[in-house]
């Protein structure tokens, strides 16, 4: 727990989640097929806006990432990690841009430690001299190509949320533009380390603590078998239960993050998640996943359109998000 007050409400309630609370299996976590979206596309978003309503988390099935391409993303970052740490520090977190290589800086407000993990981004405009050319050839244009298709679907799953809203269609499209200067959405690695078979591992010490997503919309890949992942959906965050998710290599997690919250007005609640540290029964190896996250671009407004909340520009709010998670 940390007793500094924060500007954004979004983080004082983050820093009430640092508990251990109670696991429920419970809650349903919701598959949406987005087989045929085109002409799915009213019956999807039914599907979406419930689940994302009702429950505050689901998953995609079918959603059209093949998985051969998703296991040469995982092949990549598994590559750039295993590069030596001397090789990694040329390519350093730019503090502020979300992008580059980190290890063991986040702290979330939530709990205080550093998560335990280190984490490559990818923000389009800010890879000047960030990218592992002579090392890992190949690994720019790849992990481009791949980027650029998350940011397909996650503006395909934001357009049914569009509709809803009673905003146009391709509006958030226009918002995470990544020919822009402006862009700031984020595909990210990460590598949670393997723990010693004789390491105890404090209750405080988390894969990642307790937190919501800065974003619009969070996909997150997972393997098979590499376990820890908890949510709670935000409306229910008072009572701390916590609901595990079971990975699988051909569906994605998806996460409403706090920008979305404050563009609907709060019609979507963001969830907590957190990735829990591995008991003495569980696998201990190393655990890796990545995330692609749709944050508008620098220069758009965020407001809804009830005006619930003072507006912000993209820029701004993620600014004071990464001052609340990154010591240095
Ligand atoms: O690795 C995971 O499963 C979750 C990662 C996450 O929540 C994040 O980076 O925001
Ligand atoms: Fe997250």
């Known amino acids: 727990m940390t007793d500094t007050t924060y500007e954004l409400a979004e983080l004082d309630k983050e820093t009430r989640m640092g508990g251990a609370g109670t696991e429920t299996s419970a809650r349903e976590i919701r598959r949406i097929d987005l087989t045929d979206f085109e002409h799915r596309k009213a019956e999807i978003t039914e599907e979406l806006w419930a689940a994302a309503t009702d429950i505050g988390f689901f998953q995609l099935v079918n959603h059209g990432i093949e998985l051969p391409f998703v296991d040469g993303a995982f092949a990549d970052a598994a ?61 720019r244009e790849r992990t481009l190509a791949f980027e650029a298709r998350c940011r397909d679907l996650a503006m395909r799953v934001l357009d049914c949320f569009a509709s809803e809203l009673g905003l146009p269609q391709g509006f958030f499209g226009r918002a995470h ?22 390491a105890v591992i404090p209750a405080d010490i988390w894969r990642a603590g307790a937190h919501t997503d800065f974003d619009c919309l ?7 078998g590499q376990g820890g992942l908890q949510v709670c959906p935000g409306k229910e965050a008072e009572a701390q239960e916590w609901t595990p998710v079971e990975p699988a290599d051909t569906v994605i997690t998806c996460n409403i993050g706090d920008m979305l919250t404050r563009w609907s007005d ?25 995330a692609f ?22 820029a701004d709010y993620i600014q004071q998000r990464i001052a609340a998670n990154f010591a240095r």
Do not use: C
Not at 294 to 306: F, K, L, S
């Open 266 to 290: 709060d019609r979507l609640p963001s969830n907590f998640h957190r990735v829990k540290s591995p008991g003495p029964d569980d696998d201990r190896s190393a655990r890796y996943s990545i």
């Open 177 to 198: 533009d990544p020919a822009s200067p402006q862009y700031q959405s984020t595909l990210r690695m990460l590598h949670y380390f393997a723990v010693p078979d004789d």
């Open 293 to 314: 996250f749709a944050q508008a671009d620098r220069d758009v407004v965020i407001e809804g359109p009830q005006r619930r909340y003072p507006p912000i520009t993209a």
């Open 79 to 139: 590559r750039f990690f295993a590069l030596p740490e001397e090789a990694k520090a040329r390519h350093a977190l730019k503090k502020g841009l979300n992008s580059g290589w980190e290890s063991m800086t986040q702290v979330r407000p939530s709990i205080g430690t550093p998560d335990q993990k280190e984490s490559y981004q990818v923000t389009r405009p800010h890879m000047d001299g960030l990218w592992p050319d002579d090392a890992l050839p190949g690994f």
């Open 218 to 224: 969070t996909l997150l890949f997972q393997r098979d």
